[in-house]
T-cell receptor, first 113, second 113 residues
Framework: AQSVTQLDSQVPVFEEAPVELRCNYS??????LFWYVQYPNQGLQLLLK??????LVKGINGFEAEFNKSQTSFHLRKPSVHISDTAEYFC???????????FGAGTTVTVRA | DTEVTQTPKHLVMGMTNKKSLKCEQH?????MYWYKQKAKKPPELMFV???????INESVPSRFSPECPNSSLLNLHLHALQPEDSALYLC????????????FGSGTRLTVV
């Protein structure tokens, strides 16, 4: 089985500052890794995904993440945040050949002016 | 069409009512999912349909009854729910075993009174 740990439950950040959200995973098989964003009262929107290949993944809205197999991590970064990035962010993992997508507990990002 | 459409967006029902949630996708995905999300929590998997057959049931109470009439539609029939079943219900789809990612709908906000 696969599992994900998001190391920060809340991340306050000032507008135009960089942000990093940390995600570690555990799995005994090859994995697919995802970051989703959820704005208040909305569904989940895919930010980016790692399936294979280059370990640096670029997503929407200026986000990127780096897959590090040796450290079993998939941290999400954005060099300069906006007020509109205020949301809940979920890291998720599925195993190769698996249907189940397992989510971390989520990180609440609050961007202040 | 790269969307998963869920209806209704909001639903209020009494504990003796019968209602249904609907989910539709036209991306040719062959796996469809129901997730339940309580406030400030990650989504929890309820059911998985693969090629229109129930593949995973995560020990969900029988008052929730899924149905997959065809490859594009997924329903969740609700009967005799409890107030603690109030939550955001999310539908998702993927190509086979999620190896290319999962697409989520915007959800149905259910309130049981």
């Amino acid at each position: 089985a696969q599992s994900v740990t998001q190391l920060d439950s809340q991340v306050p950040v000032f507008e135009e500052a960089p942000v990093e959200l940390r995600c570690n995973y555990s799995s005994s098989v090859s994995v697919y890794l995802f970051w989703y964003v959820q704005y208040p009262n909305q569904g989940l929107q895919l930010l980016l995904k790692y399936l294979s290949g280059s370990t640096l993944v670029k997503g929407i809205n200026g986000f990127e993440a780096e897959f590090n197999k040796s450290q079993t991590s998939f941290h999400l970064r954005k060099p300069s945040v906006h007020i509109s990035d205020t949301a809940e962010y979920f890291c998720a993992v599925s195993g190769s050949g698996d249907y189940k997508l397992s989510f971390g507990a989520g990180t609440t990002v609050t961007v202040r002016a | 069409d790269t969307e998963v459409t869920q209806t209704p967006k909001h639903l209020v029902m009494g504990m003796t009512n019968k209602k249904s949630l609907k989910c539709e996708q036209h991306m040719g995905h062959r796996a469809m999912y129901w997730y339940k999300q309580k406030a400030k929590k990650p989504p929890e998997l309820m059911f998985v349909y693969s090629y229109e057959k129930l593949s995973i049931n995560e020990s969900v109470p029988s008052r929730f009854s899924p149905e997959c009439p065809n490859s594009s539609l997924l329903n969740l029939h609700l009967h005799a729910l409890q107030p603690e079943d109030s939550a955001l219900y999310l539908c998702a789809s993927s190509q086979e075993r999620g190896s290319y990612g999962y697409t989520f709908g915007s959800g149905t906000r259910l309130t049981v009174v």
